[in-house]
């Protein structure tokens, strides 16, 4: 007995060792969570008005407001390439246009005087009318809402000031590095000229008319593409009411338009390099074809993707942040769409020295995760996270009504969210490893490297052919080159004359060449020296007493020097000297692009210059098209003539070439006169060239 | 659309932007539950039953403004590293590990002290000492659970996990299922009383990188320099990201002092706002927050700034479009009028029919934003700030010159009643805005109280904007809108207008 009790004792000791040497385990392994109050949201009425409209409704007392938002079916995908712009134009001025009933003005200070807001915008596939107000005014902003939706005015004066903020927008676009990196990589995977990627240019502007506008609103704005969802501190027969009496009336007339949404195209492996030297970062972004809300793949994608690069526990963030510390916003994100698919994205900022490093580290992460299955603790974060994220999808009357207000919107069911729960739920390990293999493809990769490509640690050519992105902002008016292999033909018989007239074997030898002169401007002098290194260098020295700026073309670079300081140059002013660098000698190197088939020529007509006989050849460049002058006896290039954008606006461009003179076998216009407008403005005088002289590389970067 | 970015845009620029007026929300008020634990550590409950979450908060009363010197950056390096763990979590042996990282520690001093040496010391020495420095780092990695804490939030269902450092604060705010709420607390609890600032040398490498982003674009370049022009002596002169060598400098050493001085419970506030029941979170919360050490409430002197002279102004060129900003001293937000500043700013430059937009907008087309602020700097005496986007082909001085018509305006002719009704109307709705959510009422809540001394002044500021007459705007305009009070910074398109 005693024995069996020492045994116990023991036993009882040991066991009590045992626990003491056991690590105690952290408090936050060892709480125990109480169980979640029920997700119990507002209830959501839905009807329609007597003319169709869907309406959804939620009553929310805890603040005396009332929220009204509309979605029309239209936006981007509905407007027509010839008209690029004009659904961004359209969702600005419908509201800051006015209505038939109250002028724009007027309702700008009705609104700010109760306190009330009423907005639009255009988003891919809709056209968004939103407002809100304190709820003693909602009736009076119901009404204004329903006029903004039925009779919109475009005032004139609104639309130019519309077209003047997107102007402004367009001259902006480059100054934000990751913004030119989104917008870059899109133009790649959608299409440059895809609804969901095509960027506006000035031109796009100048051909926005307000009889656009009409006719957007005419065909899109009616009963049966219109839905709308209201919230706030209301009774909900009253609001129905008030939007039947506003909106009642309002009736669809014929077909509903149609709206085909644009093909994605096939995804190719492409890397993509822009430089930009006022920047310290290297902005990168890398984009794959991803998949439709409503895709079976959804879930695991989702949790795919989460586990890849979604927040401080996901891979890309721990490899490039955490653990090389290469960035500040490392990771991936999908972008799926109700109505497409969208993209994948994977993306970091980092300084030069290590943009390939970071590239690389992220390569890396994408290929390991088709290659092995992700850890069950990974997979167990992800999907725990999601679903103990769900209760936010319901904290806010605000996003209950607007997810409900979507899904109705693109035809998807109610409870489509709870769906993605449920299959979140079911995703295995095997499942995020079939997807990862689907539509992770490193061999359909879209790369976009943004940042000063001379510090890079080593060149993207490490990772394919490096294509070169032009930012540059494009003015003037865009000219169509429709395919014409017989205007082609004889465009290039007329640039051959022209060579043949300055002289064939010096053209054919040209390496560099070099002029000495002065440029003549409101009667100031400034002597010059101008450079050019074919095919991609230019340099002008502009010698202003002792000091020397210099402005130098070095491939895509354009910087600017004076003493030991450099910039790099504004856009506008880099696309001026790139013109100045085609045209330089009397256009030595756009002949020799055109001939080389870079630029593209085309005959125009038979003309006169200077009341002689002349050959007229229109050519695209990237930043104008221009319009050639050949001397119909002599071949030589008389004249060129462009639209350019100066200070007031459009101005009429001539640049006159004269008095030639043989310079070792190169005939050369000694005088240049320019004409804006038809009134000399300025000119310029060669008195030296040298041709060969062996200018260096180097002398184009410092 | 692009109008709405634009204005978000800049906001984002700053911390946050509201303005505020309320008649009553009484109820609101009377819900909020508050008790100051015994450590020193105040405590405010407010619950909201709209959906089964909440969003917890620690205010800490410390920022960018509290900063020496030779070490900008510093509260703003801390705010990252609360994110590293404690002794608990994020180490696979904390006991050896802090043995390595004490060896880390010494190497990195050691490596300092040699770089700070004048005359300099040699090449050799320092590439020894760095590869010492490495080895150190590389040994006590070894120990580290990778981002643990944050996993073990997100896990759980946090969507939100983040902090901001600004010049006034460092706020440490997250939302979680309201069944949570005892994990808050202890991840709070845990982090604010056992921070292990491990990986700290390879976190100040992603902290350059954050200084590298907001340098990406002109405007924060442009902003980075205007602070240190407006101010001479006080420290809003240094954005709280701080300047790269002292970023190099700093040792965890430092940042731990930091910690010791600034994180005690006497120094903290905690704030709830959710489905919570305060009758149960109360003791949960004080069960482990009340364990923070409590400390002394640090001294709150700050080098004052003395009054301008003279116009400053800075003109920074640069191949970006322009920009232009225009402040003038103003005083701290604790000041009786400076509801007087809200009415300003709201007038000047609040929806489609402000001042600034009828004028530089619409009417003279110089812009494509113009708007007007108080928000920058609040404990201490700040910047009434003024802002302007130019239209293409317009300057940022085409857009001054319209900008001081409008002041001049406002000098001397008084508001109409109908932009006083019309400021009062559009106050009450942005107050409403700005605490119809759990994030925005926690937020202002411990900034009241803080700044204030009573987080119940935030629903005082309706009445304060009530009283508000254009006789008020008039002087108030008159005071601070002269010249001498006045920084200007530009943008300037670099313009090689010669080449053409």
Known sequence: MAKKLLCIILLVISAFTLMAQEKPKRVVDNLVFPKLNDIAPPPVTEFNLSNGIVVMVVEDHDFPTVNIRAMVKGGKVAELLEKNGLSDLFGEVLRSGGTKNMKSDDIDKYLDRIGASIESYSEESAIILYGDCLKENADEVLKLFADFLTSPAFEDEKIELSKTQLRSMISRRNDEPMKVVTREINKILYGKDSPYARQIEYWDVDNLKKEDLIDYHKKYFRPDMTYIAVWGDFSTSDIKDKLEKYLGGWKSEGAKPEIVLPSIPEQKYSVNQIEKNDVEQTSIFMGNLGLRYDDPDYAATYIMSEILGGGFSSRLFKKVRTEMGLAYGAGSFMSPEFDRKGMFYFYTSTKPSTTSKALSAMLDEIKKIREAPVTDNELKIAKEGFLNRFAFQFDSTDKLVNRMLTYKFYNYPTDFNKKIRDAVEKVTKEDVQRVAQRYLLPEKLTIVALGKVKEFDEPLSKYGTVNIIDITIPKGKKVEMAVNPEAEKKALEIIKKAVKAIGEPAFNSLKDFYSDGKLINDGQEIPYKSYLLFPDKYAVEFLFGEEILKLAIDGSSAMMFQGIQKAPMPESEAADIRQAMLTEGGGLLLFKEILEGKLKAQYVKEGTFAGNPAELVAVQTKELPLLLFFDKKSGLLQAIRSEDMGEKGKEDVVEIYKNFKDFQGLKIPQDIVINTNNEPKASSKIWKVKINSGISPDFFKK | ?500
Request: proline share 4%.
């Open chain 2, 1 to 500: 659309m692009y109008r709405k970015k634009l204005t978000l845009f800049i906001l984002l620029t700053f911390v946050f932007s509201f303005l505020v007026a309320a008649e009553g929300f009484e109820e609101i008020q009377k819900s909020v539950y508050e008790k100051t634990l015994p450590n020193g550590l105040k405590v405010l409950i407010l619950p909201r039953h709209n959906a089964p979450v909440f969003t917890g908060l620690i205010y800490a009363d410390v920022g960018g403004v509290n900063e020496n010197q030779n070490a900008t950056g510093l509260a703003h390096i801390f705010e990252h590293m609360a994110f590293k763990g404690t002794k608990t979590i994020g180490t696979k042996d904390y006991e050896k590990e802090k043995v390595a990282l004490d060896k880390v520690e010494k190497a990195f001093l050691e490596l300092r002290a040699a770089r700070d040496r004048k005359p300099k010391a040699s090449e050799t020495e320092l590439k020894a000492l760095e590869e010492k420095f490495h080895l150190a780092e590389q040994e006590a990695q070894q120990y580290v659970v990778q981002n643990e804490l944050g996993e073990i939030l997100e896990r759980e269902g946090c969507p939100d996990l983040n902090a901001f450092t600004a010049f006034d604060q460092t706020v440490y705010m997250y939302s979680l299922p309201s069944n949570k709420l005892e994990l808050w607390a202890a991840m709070e609890a845990d982090r604010f009383t056992n921070p292990v600032l491990r990986e700290f040398y390879k976190e100040k490498e992603v902290i350059m990188e954050e200084k590298r982003m907001g340098q990406s674009s002109a405007i924060g370049r442009l902003l980075d320099d205007f602070m240190a022009v407006a101010y001479k002596n006080h420290m809003y002169r240094s954005w709280v990201i701080g300047c790269i060598s002292d970023l190099q400098h700093i040792s965890r050493t430092d940042a731990e002092a930091w910690f010791d001085k600034w994180y005690r419970a006497k120094n903290l506030t905690a704030v709830i706002v959710g489905d919570v029941d305060p009758n149960t979170a109360m003791p949960i919360i004080e069960k482990y927050l009340g364990k923070i050490p409590s400390g002394e409430k640090p001294c709150q002197f700050v080098s004052e700034e003395p009054p301008q002279r003279a116009e400053k102004r800075i003109i920074m060129e640069d191949p970006s479009q322009p920009f232009l900003v225009v402040a003038y001293h103003k005083p701290a937000f604790d000041d009786p009028e400076n509801a007087v500043y809200d009415a300003i700013a709201d007038i000047m430059g609040g929806g489609r029919s402000s001042r600034l937009h009828t004028s530089l907008v619409k009417e003279k087309k110089v812009a494509m934003y113009a708007g007007a602020y108080t928000e920058l700097g609040k404990k201490y005496p700040g910047l009434f700030l003024f802002l302007a986007v130019p239209s293409q082909g317009k300057t940022a001085e085409d857009c001054e010159k319209a900008i001081y018509e409008e002041i001049e305006k406002l000098k001397t002719t008084p508001v109409t009643d109908e932009e006083l009704a019309g400021l009062k109307a559009r106050a009450k709705k942005n107050f409403i805005q700005t605490i119809d959510n759990n994030h925005g009422l926690a937020l202002n809540l411990a900034i009241y109280q803080n700044l204030t001394g009573d987080w119940k002044n935030l629903f005082k500021e309706l009445e304060k904007i009530d009283k508000v007459t254009s006789e008020d705007i008039m002087r108030i305009a008159n005071k601070i809108f002269i010249k001498s009070n006045r920084t200007v910074g530009i943008v300037q398109t670099t313009s090689s207008s010669e080449s053409k």
